[in-house]
């Protein structure tokens, strides 16, 4: 058993676009309420309106999406985000204009979706570790933004650095009023895809980091869990993990 506090809590109401912190969250069925809710869609004819994402356009993480403040600090969003242009302009969802905004900075004609669940391993939660991100900067030598893993929940607790790799199904995390699980398909340790070697915002690669990802741990930080027990979860608040013998 291993113990600790909420570091941090992340949302990312559009796929692929920077997202925001946020010092409440409802997690529940969704995941985290809130999280890649929207999306861009690709409408090149050979793409099949899939959504468009950082694999295919490191330049989405030059826009930013976050969703307005609501008055009575509820960690329920209260409607469509705000995305925000490079160049810090703030375009409301529901403008008819954005998606031909969108298009002009991405070159690539789209439309936008609006739908829960929209991660790419289901309606799922990624927490992340502090020891392991202090470990993995270590290994590199160098910083490493915690960005570039897109959490949802970041944990400072006693467990070693990259224990997560061995959190396998059965394993529990309480945060707060949550209950967090790994259970179920597309659940356990995260295997990376190449958008960590991007940095936040886009514009530079570090191959390097991947590849040492992939030679040292397998490619995997942090760990996909499925919420068992809604709950709203502050940062600061307690944090224990119950993991289960790895086999």
Same mark, same amino acid.
């Given at each position: 058993?291993?113990?600790?506090?909420?570091?941090?809590?992340?949302?990312?109401p559009?796929k692929?676009?920077?997202?925001?912190?946020?010092?409440?969250?409802?997690?529940?069925?969704?995941g985290?309420a809130g999280d890649?809710?929207?999306?861009?869609?690709d409408?090149?004819?050979?793409?099949?309106?899939?959504?468009?994402t950082?694999?295919?356009s490191?330049g989405?993480?030059a826009?930013?999406? #976050?969703?307005?403040?609501?008055?009575? +600090?509820?960690?329920?969003?209260p &409607?469509?985000? !705000? %995305?925000?242009?490079? @160049?810090g302009?703030?375009?409301?969802?529901?403008?008819?204009?954005?998606?031909?905004e969108?298009?002009?900075?991405?070159?690539?004609?789209?439309s936008?979706?609006?739908a829960?669940g929209q991660?790419?391993?289901?309606p799922?939660?990624?927490?992340?570790f502090?020891a392991s991100l202090?470990?993995?900067?270590?290994?590199?030598g160098?910083?490493?933004?915690l960005?570039?893993?897109?959490?949802?929940?970041?944990l400072?607790?006693?467990a070693?650095?990259? #224990?997560?790799e061995?959190?396998?199904? +059965?394993?529990v995390i309480s945060v &707060?009023?949550? !209950? %967090?699980?790994?259970? @179920?398909?597309?659940?356990?340790?995260?295997?990376?895809?190449?958008?960590?070697?991007?940095?936040?915002q886009?514009?530079?690669?570090?191959?390097?980091?991947q590849?040492?990802?992939i030679?040292?741990?397998?490619?995997?930080?942090?760990?996909?869990?499925r919420v068992t027990?809604?709950?709203?979860?502050?940062?600061?608040?307690?944090?224990?993990?119950?993991?289960?013998?790895?086999?």
């Open positions: 058993m291993y113990r600790g506090t909420v570091d941090g809590l992340y949302r990312w559009v692929s676009l920077r997202g925001e912190r946020v010092a409440a969250a409802l997690l529940d069925h969704r985290l890649r809710a929207y999306a861009l869609i409408e090149r004819p050979a793409h099949a309106g899939r959504r468009l950082v694999r295919q490191p989405m993480l826009w930013e999406a #976050a969703y307005p403040a609501t008055c009575d +600090g509820s960690p329920e969003p &409607g469509p985000p !705000v %995305l925000y242009s490079p @160049g302009v703030p375009w409301a969802w529901d403008d008819p204009e954005l998606p031909a969108l298009t002009g900075s991405y070159g690539v004609p789209l936008l979706r609006a829960d991660q790419d391993r289901g799922t939660v990624l927490v992340t502090e202090r470990g993995l900067e270590e290994e590199m160098a910083e490493v933004e960005d570039r893993f897109r959490p949802n929940v970041h400072v607790t006693d070693p650095a990259f #224990a997560e061995s959190f396998t199904e +059965g394993t &707060g009023g949550a !209950v %967090l699980e790994v259970t @179920g398909d597309h659940t356990g340790p995260c295997i990376r895809c190449a958008v960590p070697s991007w940095d936040p886009g514009r530079e690669r570090w191959p390097e980091l590849k040492h990802l030679t040292a741990h397998e490619n995997k930080f942090g760990v996909i869990m027990d809604p709950g709203t979860v502050r940062v600061g608040a307690a944090a224990e993990v119950r993991r289960q013998p790895h086999r």
